[in-house]
Every structure is written in structure tokens, then in C-alpha cells.
């Protein structure tokens, strides 16, 4: 048995317990877990080829467990768009189920619990921007004395996270910007990850998402504060070390069901990890970059440069993160001694060498379609008080005004690959 596989059940049993099914066979979990939560059920998936025979097979569990199905409908398109949630709230008014079955990856996902907000609450505001923030959903829900609809999450990608979490990301495809739900509210109060779903999912998905769960493993670990750090470490390290390695493998051309298992062990920690703190940097540009590239390149593309703008507040998870990556082969070279900016620089070029690996972009200069326009936004966005909890989260926080004059280096840094460019915060 893999030791780091059981060390990663092990951790997230003791995150969800019994709400939670993952693992060969999990699937089989999804009747019983909607009957608990209700009766008249509506199925939310994609209509695609591939995932057919998941929602047939869900379809079938539910009824056998007593739900009665009332209609099945289609998920999201990619970064969930502001139409496929109206969309679906609609749905949702018109059947009035009371429990929802999400059949998908993050998009799906978080559509359906953005969703959800506005058709339970939607007599407050029917407009999802009045949603984005922290703890906004759970205060209109107190107010209004009113609850969601409970949800089942059955995850189909290794990813997001989406189906453990707090958060629903939602895109407004006129500008190209994505914005946030996060509320212990949207948490889905059962979920179901089979891996075994994920065998067939293409390369270039499966890699997106896994770095999508670096991110959050990498960013929550900068951010760890000291009362969480010990447990932040734990998960965070754990994910890291599990992602570089299953990346590093289907870079190889491996694709066994092994390195399906681990990525989605270590992609659900993440989703662990953004439940115990926070991310920050990375996350906050990537949303600036729908149009251009998908969230995990997005993510893989920033991190490397806010690690060196972070460096000198972050030496002791610097440190570990660097012997993660030198035990996965992607730092060469003796770390005794190494501190501050060198260290994180160090830690950035391990970073960017795993993006290589796997034919990733490194640079913003790389992504089709990117132009300086996309740092205005990126700059903008970061002053959004919608967004400002990805500003505090940062080990090294800043303040909106000052946005341009550090955030402004660490982007162009970005476009080029120059990290001479990045001013630390003295």
C-alpha cells in the first residue's frame, strides 16, 4: 500500500468524515446520500459523451434509492459564465426540487451552488453580483430565515476542489473577469469523488487541474499563519509533493490508474487546504486571465513570481517547500544557507522547471491573446473590494493603493520571465 496515499485518506476523513465518498467505487455513494437530503431531485451535468454513462449510472443509483428525479439539465461552460447561472436558477424555480445533484467538474460545480444563492435568495437580489464577497450569502440567508438546497457534488476532475468548498467561482465573459463567492453556506453537505472517472479525462484537462491544486496547496502553505501552520503543513506538503510527482509522470508518458488516484488524493487536498486558509496571489491574477488561458495554467504561470515577492516573509515555507521539490528532482544543489529572495527565487525556477516539463507556458507573454491590457485589469481587479480577501490573504498583504507599485513589477516580471523586475515590500 502507498504510504503518502493512506496519509492522504487520512486527512481527508478527517475533513469531511462520513459526508464524504471518495476513492474506486465511491459512485456507488450518490443514491443514498441525495436520499438523505431529499426526495424530489434535480440532476445537474453537462449533456457531453464522455460523462453519459456517470449521470446514467447516478440517474439509476438515485432511483433505486427512492428519489424521484425531476429533471436533468445542463451544467456549465468553463470558469461557470454569469448566463449558465441564471440559466440554472431558472431551472431549479421551475422544478423546485429539494436536493440538487451536481455531475461535474469545477464549473459545473460552483454553477450550481452560485445558482442555488439566487434561487433560494433571490427574493433579497437576483443579481449573483450581490453575492461575491465573504459571508455575504450566509448574512441573506440569516436575515431571511431561509436555508439552500442541499446539494450532492459528484466530482469528475481532479481539480478545483469545488465539490469540498467553500467557494464558487463565476465569470462575467463581457470583461473577461472572474469574481467570487465565499461562504460556508455554498458548502455541498455531501460529496463524491470516484477516481476512477477521471481515467479517461484528456491530458491537458488532467494537467490544468492538477495545477489548479498545486496552487492551492502552494498558496495556503505561504499564507499559513502560526496557530495553523503545523496542520496547514501537513496538507499543503503532502499535496505538493503528491502533484509534482504525478505530473512529472504523465510527463513521462505514464498514465496508469495509480497516477489518477494521486492526483485526486492530492487535488482534494487542496481543496482541504483553501477550507483551512486561504489563497492569495496567484489565484487573484489568474482571475484577470479567463480569457487567455485556463485557472490552473493561469495559476502555474503567476506563482513562481509572487514566491520571490513573498520570499522574505516566508523562509521557513520556503524551506520545506524547496526539499519537496528537490526530493522530486526539480532543484539541483545544496539549500544549506539559502535564505530569503535567493531562497525563493530557488523555489521559483523548481516551479517553473515543473511547468516545462509538461509544455506549460511560464511567462504571460506566452499565452495566446495576452496583451498589456490584461495587466490593467489584473491591477484593477486587485483593487476590487469583491475580491479583497485575496489581497489580505497574502503572506505579504498589501493594501489597494498599493496595488501599482508592487503588484504592477510582480506582473510585468510575469510577462517576461525577468524576476529582476519584483520589489519586495521592505
Known amino acids: 500500500m502507498n504510504s503518502r496515499h493512506e496519509a492522504a485518506r487520512k486527512l481527508l476523513r478527517e475533513f469531511k468524515g462520513d459526508n464524504y465518498a471518495f476513492g474506486a467505487g465511491a459512485l456507488e455513494q450518490v443514491g443514498n446520500f441525495a436520499r438523505s437530503l431529499g426526495q424530489r431531485v434535480l440532476v445537474i451535468a453537462n449533456p457531453s459523451r464522455w460523462l453519459q454513462p456517470t449521470v446514467t449510472r447516478v440517474t ?36 423546485a426540487p429539494d436536493c440538487l445533484v451536481a455531475i461535474g467538474g469545477g464549473s459545473t460545480i460552483d454553477a450550481a451552488k452560485a445558482a442555488n444563492v439566487l434561487a433560494s435568495l433571490g427574493c433579497h437580489s437576483a443579481d449573483i453580483e450581490d453575492y461575491f464577497g ?131 488524493l492530492a487535488t482534494d487536498l487542496g481543496g482541504y487546504a483553501i477550507m483551512v486558509g486561504g489563497t492569495n496571489g496567484g489565484h487573484l491574477t ?23 515577492f513573498f520570499a522574505p516573509s516566508i523562509e521557513r515555507q520556503l524551506s520545506a517547500v524547496a526539499e519537496v521539490l528537490k526530493k522530486v528532482g526539480l532543484i539541483e544543489g545544496d539549500l544549506t544557507g539559502v535564505r530569503g529572495r535567493e531562497l525563493g527565487v530557488m523555489v521559483a525556477h523548481g516551479l517553473v522547471a515543473l511547468s516545462k516539463k509538461v509544455g506549460f507556458p511560464t511567462t504571460l507573454q506566452e499565452l495566446p ?45 510575469a510577462k517576461t520571465g525577468d524576476f529582476n523586475i519584483i520589489k519586495n515590500l521592505s
Open 60 to 95: 439509476e443509483l438515485l432511483q433505486n434509492a427512492g428519489c424521484e428525479v425531476v429533471g436533468t439539465v445542463a451544467g456549465a461552460q468553463p470558469n461557470a459564465p454569469k448566463e449558465d447561472v441564471y440559466r440554472l436558477e431558472g431551472q431549479i424555480l421551475h422544478t
Open 286 to 308: 489568474s482571475f484577470s486571465l479567463v480569457d487567455v488561458t485556463s485557472h490552473g495554467r493561469a495559476c502555474a504561470v503567476m506563482n513562481p513570481y509572487y514566491t520571490v
Open 134 to 264: 465573504t459571508g455575504l450569502v450566509t448574512a441573506v440567508a440569516q436575515k431571511m430565515n431561509r436555508k439552500l438546497i442541499p446539494m450532492v457534488a459528484v466530482q469528475t476532475a481532479a481539480s478545483s476542489g469545488a465539490h469540498l468548498t467553500k467557494y464558487s467561482n463565476v465569470t462575467d465573459p463581457v470583461n473577461g473577469q472572474k469574481k467570487l463567492i465565499v461562504d460556508d453556506a455554498i458548502v455541498p453537505p455531501k460529496a463524491v469523488f470516484d477516481y476512477e472517472l477521471t481515467v479517461t479525462t484528456p491530458k491537458n484537462t488532467t494537467l490544468d487541474g492538477a495545477f489548479d491544486g498545486l496552487a492551492h496547496c502552494l498558496e495556503v502553505f505561504y499564507g499559513a499563519p502560526a496557530d495553523r501552520y503545523d496542520k496547514i503543513a501537513e496538507i499543503a506538503l503532502l499535496g505538493i509533493e503528491l502533484i509534482a510527482e504525478g505530473v512529472i509522470q504523465m510527463a513521462e508518458d505514464r498514465w496508469d490508474p495509480e497516477i489518477r488516484e494521486t492526483l485526486g
Open 369 to 413: 491573446g495576452f496583451t498589456d491590457e490584461h495587466i490593467a485589469r489584473a491591477l484593477e481587479a486587485a483593487k476590487n473590494p469583491q475580491l479583497e480577501m485575496k489581497l489580505k490573504n497574502m503572506p505579504v498583504p498589501l493594501t489597494s493603493a498599493q496595488v501599482d507599485e508592487y503588484m504592477g513589477p510582480i506582473l510585468e516580471a
